[in-house]
């Protein structure tokens, strides 16, 4: 599958491991289960590293583990499930995570906007999809309702901001 990572097309470095597979060179990700059952040794290995969470894991069951992955690949497995919404945010705001986000499965072109503003920084599209169409549906709305991990003021904000100016203009 494709991969767009700041609004290009990019290689994915990534082997996605499958849990009875043995593992290759370089780096590689894996599922939580594999984490969990060979944790130091993946923890010690010279090469990237990246875990797999499914919609139904919550990023907050990798601990103090969370920092040392370069990629953490949250699970859309269909457009209903917006569980991962959630785990993005989690990992950039709570705890405070600064790598690598991967939305993968059912990544459809009407979440790769809000999936952003969560946190979501990498894309793992439809083969036949065009650079023009992400960046056409990231640049879509630009003012928002609610506060996200992007830091976009919202209208909230901007309402209090005006208010402010036009008080202080006032004086």
């Given at each position: 599958m494709?991969?767009?990572?700041?609004?290009?097309?990019v290689e994915n470095a990534f082997a996605r491991v499958a849990d009875e597979e043995p593992l290759p060179e370089g780096a590689v990700v894996v599922s939580l289960k594999r984490f969990q059952a060979e944790r130091d040794a993946l923890m010690t290995r010279n090469a990237p590293l990246g875990v797999r969470l499914t919609s139904d894991q919550s990023p907050e069951?990798?601990?103090?583990?969370?920092?040392?992955?370069?990629?953490?690949?949250?699970?859309?497995p269909k457009f209903r499930d917006g569980r991962g919404y959630s785990w993005a945010r989690l990992l950039r705001e709570?705890?405070?995570?600064?790598?690598?986000?991967?939305?993968?499965?059912?990544?459809?072109r009407d979440q790769?906007?809000?999936?952003s503003r969560v946190g979501v920084d990498a894309f793992e599209v439809r083969p036949g999809t065009r650079l023009e169409d992400f960046r056409a549906a990231l640049a879509e709305q630009t003012v928002f309702y609610q506060p996200a991990a992007d830091r976009v003021r919202n209208v909230l904000d901007l309402r209090h901001a005006r208010q402010t100016y036009a008080l202080a203009a006032a004086e």
């Amino acid at each position: 599958m494709p991969l767009i990572r700041n609004a290009e097309f990019v290689e994915n470095a990534f082997a996605r491991v499958a849990d009875e597979e043995p593992l290759p060179e370089g780096a590689v990700v894996v599922s939580l289960k594999r984490f969990q059952a060979e944790r130091d040794a993946l923890m010690t290995r010279n090469a990237p590293l990246g875990v797999r969470l499914t919609s139904d894991q919550s990023p907050e069951t990798l601990g103090a583990d969370v920092h040392h992955f370069a990629v953490i690949e949250l699970e859309f497995p269909k457009f209903r499930d917006g569980r991962g919404y959630s785990w993005a945010r989690l990992l950039r705001e709570r705890l405070r995570y600064k790598g690598e986000i991967r939305a993968v499965g059912d990544v459809l072109r009407d979440q790769w906007l809000f999936m952003s503003r969560v946190g979501v920084d990498a894309f793992e599209v439809r083969p036949g999809t065009r650079l023009e169409d992400f960046r056409a549906a990231l640049a879509e709305q630009t003012v928002f309702y609610q506060p996200a991990a992007d830091r976009v003021r919202n209208v909230l904000d901007l309402r209090h901001a005006r208010q402010t100016y036009a008080l202080a203009a006032a004086e």
